[in-house]
């Protein structure tokens, strides 16, 4: 449903992009964030340093413009110099000009991290996408960094930049306040069947003679407790929000609620665990 609070936070003549980051800083006080176009806004200057050096040496890469009206089209250059002349959504236009390419905004906000804070590893995060095919861009994040590494040696960048991506989109152990017995009932019972499965190991490895008897109960053991696991999912529901059919929980909802709950185990367990146990719990989702 729509937040109560939508009519509060946008108005007639309001800016969506204030209001929006204005709403998010209220749910999450905490919150040092910025959205993009500001973000590369406020460092044009070095922004336009990293893709002169990258539009010189991989000018193939840019293939999409943005024209006034919001169009978009295809687009080529040969340097920097035509890159110049139609500018740079975001950087050297506010409203038009070529896109970035994808690849290219993962080296650029790297490098400007890397130059700003004099780090040699950097963070990001991805949504449900990004995780499954970075690895193909490896080999050209490689020459990008190269090609700007060689074009500013003022930057001192470091001969080697690693890139961690986390795979955030798999931090689903979190619900609305209000929801928080759902949510511990389906990672208590998730928890509690990996503590049995270890104990059912041990009775098959210990059964000797006896062993197949010992995997026929295991087995109706193991069905009793899938069945305990579906019916905490479907009293879980909103654990399997998907991003892209815009009814996932956002600030509005938060400030709805008056907070989130995250249940303690997903505070402490590696991000590998996490993902193990979404993807458990993929599979067991009813009617999937």
């Known amino acids: 449903k729509t937040s109560s609070l939508a009519e509060e936070w946008f108005r007639s003549g309001d800016s969506m992009l204030e209001r929006h980051m ?3 800083r209220k749910a999450v006080p905490e919150l040092q964030g910025e959205v993009y176009s500001d973000y590369l806004r406020v460092r044009s200057r070095s922004a336009t340093n990293v893709l002169r050096a990258t539009a010189n040496s991989h ?4 293939e999409r413009s943005v024209q006034a009206n919001g ?9 920097w110099a035509d890159l110049a002349r139609s ?3 975001g950087v050297t236009r506010p409203d038009s000009g070529a896109l970035i390419p994808n690849a290219l905004n993962v080296v650029l906000i790297s490098v400007l991290e890397a130059h700003e804070r004099g780090v040699s590893e950097v963070y990001h995060l991805s949504g449900p996408d990004m995780v499954r095919y970075v690895g193909l861009l490896k080999d050209k994040f490689d020459e990008l960094y190269t090609a700007v590494r060689s074009a500013l040696p003022t930057w001192k960048l470091p001969e080697t930049l690693t890139f961690n991506l986390v795979p955030a989109a798999d931090f689903r152990l979190v619900v609305l306040k209000g929801r928080e017995a759902a949510l511990n009932e389906l ?3 998730h928890l509690s069947l990996q503590r049995d499965n270890v104990q059912h190991g041990k009775r098959i490895q210990e059964a000797g ?10 087995n109706k053991l193991r069905k009793a407790e899938g069945d305990r696991l579906r019916a905490a999912l479907a009293n879980c529901p909103e654990v399997f929000y998907r991003i892209e059919s815009a009814n996932a929980p956002s600030q509005y909802d938060v400030l709805d609620a008056g907070g989130v709950h995250v249940h303690p185990w997903a ?17 067991h989702v009813p009617n999937k």
């Open 71 to 79: 169009t978009v089209v295809n687009y080529s250059c040969r340097d």
């Open 59 to 62: 000018p193939t890469l840019w």
């Open 187 to 189: 990672v208590e019972t």
């Open 87 to 89: 500018g740079v959504l």
């Open 209 to 218: 003679d006896d062993r197949y008897k010992v995997i026929g109960e295991v």
């Open 267 to 283: 505070l402490e367990a590696p991000m590998c665990e996490i993902s193990k146990v979404v993807r458990t719990f993929e599979r």
């Open 22 to 24: 204005a709403s998010l």
